[in-house]
């Protein structure tokens, strides 16, 4: 069955770095778009980044300059290089399948990531 697991997730100080990895099972990034969410206490979940099969990415205007999506397709992993975090960072970060032809979607467990001092 389909599994994104995601780790990286920590407390980290204003202005410092974090990598997110989504490990997928399942999951082909060649029929599939790839996301990263976040969802901040008493608010929605928001589209971070994603990557679409043909490699192609989008980010958020909250984080563009400062993520970067990536994957790799030997590893069947996608990551999340956050850097200059900010306090408004803090969330739990969700990585997402969406496959381009059924729009089956399938969500990881999450991870914390907590910027403060």
């Known amino acids: 069955q389909v599994q994104l697991v995601e780790s990286g997730g920590g407390l980290v100080q204003p202005g410092g770095s974090l990598r997110l990895s989504c490990a997928a099972s399942r999951i082909s990034f060649s029929t599939n778009t790839m996301g990263w969410y976040r969802q901040a206490p008493g608010k929605q979940r928001e589209l971070v980044a994603d990557?679409?099969?043909?490699?192609?990415?989008t980010y958020s205007n909250s984080v563009k300059g400062r993520f970067t999506i990536s994957r790799d397709t030997a590893k069947n992993t996608v990551y999340l290089q956050m850097n200059s975090l900010k306090p408004e960072d803090t969330a739990v970060y969700y990585c997402?399948?969406?496959?381009?032809?059924?729009?089956?979607?399938?969500w990881g467990q999450g991870t914390q990531v907590t910027v403060s001092s």
């Open positions: 997402r399948s969406e496959n381009v032809w059924t729009k089956d979607v399938y």
């Open positions: 990557i679409v099969s043909d490699g192609g990415t």
